[in-house]
């Protein structure tokens, strides 16, 4: 009986310690651990802390071990960063060695053949210090070695600068201009010489002579713009948008941007030809015209730098308040001018086209009537006002400086790309596009409470709701945009018809008039 009971004790005590165990483990679930791991860091505490009386606080040890180890079950693991921008940005600054040669195990360095310029970025950005616009002295830094690497790995590249900064909506491009000897791109041949898609691309082959690299951080790999076509030249100032920052995004506008699957990369590429056409500036006198030879194998027209410049000694004449027409040149290719071919343009008897002149390439002075109100200049210093630098700010492109000191200039842009016209954009009427009116009575009524009628014996005979005039449109309002000429809507339509129907009438009367006319000299001839 006494073993009995000594088992029956002992079979006690184990179902205890078994149901001890488990509501441990169920207290320990939600931390994801073991009994044993539990245990093991009390006892380790214990022996780091050297506590006293364990067995008495062993409960209050457990707990803050607990306490200490917590974390939710559900709780997401930490977000891993992306840091292959700073990994590329490090890669800047690694010297390239040369790799020996398998043969006799010496390295030696390998001439490239060419010799791109690239500008001081460094000095420029101190320069640019004066207009208070500039991507600081370590991304200047950055962006000057990784320019240095694009000047190295492409060839065709005579020169490369840091064109600026475009601002986007998920990330920003860093923007770099190069310029070749000429455009790589070159039309069929099979094309008529005034085939539209073949002098799309003529007339745009002074801007192609420009390549545009974008990267989204300095030190990762320059991605190059797509070449331009003149038909987007042309509709780019109409359009107004925000970059994304996915050059593979669709470009959805109204004006329509032309062409079929066309992408942020050519928007962004037009964009960019506008704003170098409208703000790139240069002192007069620093570049000089090189007009097209072909017995010198010149066969478009450039700009060339003129190498013995030098600035007046009073740098002020180039400020706001004197503003001389003299003082800037704009040097980037223009707009050219649409084709205005003769209804005989066509071969000769010997199947010889006529020859199409290459589009020039002025150097265009600034106007100070129509370009006064475009740009603000200040001297940067009043002390010393005549050696100052100049820094010249747009209104029209916000974000696009000049800055002048001494024989040095530097163009810089960084911005969101958008022309500022002061004015509510609107689109531009076009034939087909009659803007509706903001308000009529169809559209917008005010509504009471309706008036219920009741016959005698109070059944509901009617329900009438009395409408109440609008308040809009008063007499005398006219339509949306009824006060800008080229933006009229249906009334222009309507008026433009009038006037067509009208003149028509006239033609008619005039060929009757003339008939008449010529009837009665017959008749007079005839009696004669």
């Known amino acids: 009986s006494r073993g009995g009971g000594r088992l029956g004790r002992m079979a006690d005590a184990d179902g205890k310690m078994k149901g001890i165990s488990a509501d441990l483990q169920a207290y320990l679930a939600p931390n994801n651990m073991s009994v044993f791991d539990h ?105 000057m070695l990784s320019i240095r690497q694009l000047a190295r790995e492409r060839p065709e590249l005579k020169s490369v600068r840091f064109f600026g900064k475009v601002l986007g909506i998920t990330s920003d491009y860093y923007v770099c201009e190069g310029e070749v000897t000429g455009c790589n791109e070159r039309p069929p041949k099979s094309l008529k010489p005034n085939h539209p898609e073949r002098r799309d691309l003529e007339k745009a082959a002074l801007h192609n002579r420009f390549k545009y690299f974008v990267c989204h951080s300095p030190g990762s790999s320059w991605i190059t713009l797509p070449n331009l076509r003149y038909y987007q030249l042309l509709a780019v100032p109409a359009i107004k948008r925000l970059f994304t920052g996915n050059l593979d995004a669709p470009v959805n506008t109204f004006p329509p941007f032309p062409g079929p699957g066309q992408t942020e990369a050519h928007y962004l590429r037009a964009k960019l030809a506008l704003i170098a056409e409208r703000t ?34 009073d740098l002020t004449v180039y400020a706001a308040e004197q503003w001389p027409a003299a003082a800037w040149v704009r040097h980037y290719p223009p707009v050219p001018d649409m084709d205005a071919f003769p209804e005989d343009f066509g071969p000769d008897e010997e199947g010889k ?39 010249l700010l747009s209104r029209e ?64 005979t009617a329900v009438v709701p009395p409408e109440v005039p609008p308040k ?29 129907k009208e003149k028509e009438e006239a033609d008619k009367q005039a060929a009757e008039a003339a008939a008449a006319a010529a009837a009665a000299a017959e008749g007079e001839k005839a009696e004669g």
């Open 472 to 500: 809009y449109p008063q007499e005398g309002w006219l339509h949306y945009n009824d006060e800008q000429m080229d933006l009229r809507d249906k009334m222009y339509v309507e008026w433009g018809d009038l006037k067509k």
């Open 280 to 313: 790139l500036l240069s002192p007069t006198g620093f570049f000089a015209e090189h007009p097209a030879d072909p017995e010198a194998k010149r066969l478009q027209n450039a700009i060339i730098p003129v190498g013995d410049w030098a600035p007046p000694e």
């Open 397 to 460: 492109f916000p974000g696009a400086v000049v800055v002048l000191q001494g024989k040095r200039f530097v163009n810089f842009y960084m911005g969101l790309g958008n022309m500022e016209t002061e004015k509510m954009y609107t689109p531009v009427f076009f034939k087909g596009c009659v803007m509706p009116p903001i308000a009529k009575d169809d559209k917008y009524k005010v509504f009471r409470a309706p008036t219920v009628q009741k016959d005698e014996e109070g059944n509901v």
């Open 39 to 143: 245990l093991t860091e009390v006892l380790t505490n214990v022996a780091l802390h050297k506590t006293e009386k364990p067995v008495e606080n062993f409960f209050q040890i457990s707990r803050d071990v607990l306490e200490n180890s917590f974390r939710w079950t559900d709780q997401q693991p930490p977000m891993k960063q992306d840091l292959s921008a700073q990994a590329e940005s490090h890669n800047l600054f690694k010297v390239r060695q040369a790799e020996p040669d398998p043969v006799s195990a010496v390295a030696q360095t390998k001439p490239t053949g060419h010799d791109a310029y690239v500008p001081d970025i460094m000095a420029e950005t101190e320069l640019l210090g004066w207009s208070g616009l500039s991507v600081g002295s370590v991304n200047a830094c950055r962006i």
């Open 353 to 391: 086209w006529p020859e199409i002149d290459p589009e020039p390439w002025p150097l265009r002075p600034c106007d100070p009537e129509a370009d006064g109100n475009l740009w603000m200049a200040r001297a940067c210093a009043r002390q010393y006002a005549k050696n100052a630098p100049v820094c």
